[in-house]
């Protein structure tokens, strides 16, 4: 045989011996003391910008802080789960427990994710960061559960007595039908009618309801000076947005006041100037002013570029990573679910939204309530923080 053709072949037979070695690998990349994070989001459908921030924000974190803690390699594993299928997120929650040995679940996009883990991670006595999923009772369905994001009645209750404050008297309510909704609704009545103000109609919405015309009419017709909004972040604000200004409730004064990021990235860039003005509560803002926040957004841009922007959702991955690094860190990278949770309890930090605090009798955030005003900085359209409401407890 030609000498060529022998070191070829020897190649060949070298590289098919690695092949099962190589695979093996992918499947288990885990060195046998890793510490493994399970996280669940929505990476598909119409909430995969929910695991998309997540992801982003993990991986700055992880850039920025390296991947060992004590000595024990952190390792990522992203699962697909969807609040609209919680069947779907209880069996990829399953499988991470019992399959992948995770020491710790985080992500949750949607209220009915973390939900549907609730019971495993009770059973499995495994930590769950929750990075978004809002609705108030959620923590009080386990011990298990720290909360990185904020609950709808906290975010909302200041925006009802700010916007009293600001003259609105009589506001329309419209929310998505699911429990979130439900809070956001009845948190923003109550703020709004102890200190004055009058509710003048309301209407839930479908969660997957691609549709606002009937709704957007209805409350042109009622007339008020305000409607307050809750819709999930992303594809629907944006809709709901469109369509407000289209049905002319913005040129009749009807003015806009959203919980959470109504008006994200995408949507600046649809609406533009159309934009200008909207109102809404949140507990971050990419036109954050802090030094924290600046290199975040720096980071951020040099890794995955200026679009989409970083939201709320991937500040709170960031900030829900930073709480595992340090939990892991206390223990000496030896994970007991007891044990993690009470060094979850009292965590304080800066984070890239502002100074923050794990209650230590609630597992929720203490951390700053931004009112923001959609304007012009600089040339570019941002949420711009108007009012602080500092150190804001969930209710
Ligand atoms: C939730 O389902 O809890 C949820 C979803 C999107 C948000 C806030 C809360 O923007």
């Not at 022998?6 to 011996?17: E, K, M, T, V």
């Not at 809709?239 to 200004?245: E, G, K, P, S």
């Amino acid at each position: 045989m030609p000498k060529h053709k022998f070191i070829w072949r020897a190649l060949l037979a070298a590289a098919l011996a690695l092949l099962p070695l190589a695979s093996a690998a992918a499947a288990e990349p885990a060195p046998a003391n890793a510490i493994k994070v399970g996280l669940l989001a929505p990476f598909s459908g119409p909430f995969a910008d929910f695991g998309d921030q997540f992801m982003k924000g993990v991986e700055i974190y992880m850039q920025e802080h390296g991947d060992t803690v004590a000595g024990h390699k952190i390792v990522v594993l992203k699962r697909d789960a969807n609040g609209v299928d919680p069947a779907q997120t209880k069996r990829q929650a399953q499988a991470l427990l019992t399959r992948d040995h995770v020491q710790f679940l985080a992500g949750f996009g949607l209220t009915p994710d973390a939900l549907a883990t609730g019971p495993l991670g009770t059973e499995a006595k495994v930590p769950m960061v929750i990075m978004n999923a809002a609705t108030g009772f959620i923590t009080a369905k386990s011990p298990y559960f720290v909360r990185f994001s904020f609950t709808l009645a906290q975010l909302v209750t200041p925006l009802g007595q700010w916007a009293v404050q600001n003259g609105l008297k009589n506001v329309y309510i419209a929310v998505s039908d699911y429990a979130p909704g439900y809070e956001a609704e009845k948190a923003f009545d109550k703020a709004f009618t102890a200190a004055g103000g009058h509710i003048v109609g309301s209407v839930h919405i479908p969660l997957l309801n691609p549709e606002f015309a009937p709704y957007v009419q209805r409350i042109k017709d009622a007339k008020p000076q305000a409607v307050f909004l809750f819709l999930p972040t992303g594809q629907q604000p944006t809709a709901f947005v469109r369509q407000y200004i289209q049905f002319g409730l913005r040129k009749a004064g009807i003015k806009l006041l959203g919980a959470t990021e109504i008006i994200d990235d995408q949507a600046l860039g649809m609406l533009g100037d159309d934009a200008l003005g909207v109102i809404s509560t949140q507990v971050y803002s990419y036109a954050h002013p802090s030094a924290l926040n600046r290199k975040y957004v720096s980071d951020w841009k040099k890794r995955f570029g200026a679009h989409p922007q970083p939201d709320f959702m991937s500040v709170a991955a960031y900030d829900g990573m930073a709480a595992i690094y340090a939990v892991v860190k206390r223990l000496h990278g030896i994970i007991d679910g007891d044990k993690a949770m009470a060094a979850f309890k009292g965590l304080k930090f800066e984070s890239p939204r502002g100074p923050i605090e794990v209650d230590p009798a609630t597992r929720e955030m203490i951390e700053n309530i931004y009112i923001r005003r959609v304007e012009r900085v600089n040339g570019e359209l941002v949420n711009k923080e108007i009012v602080t409401f500092p150190a804001v407890k969930a209710p």
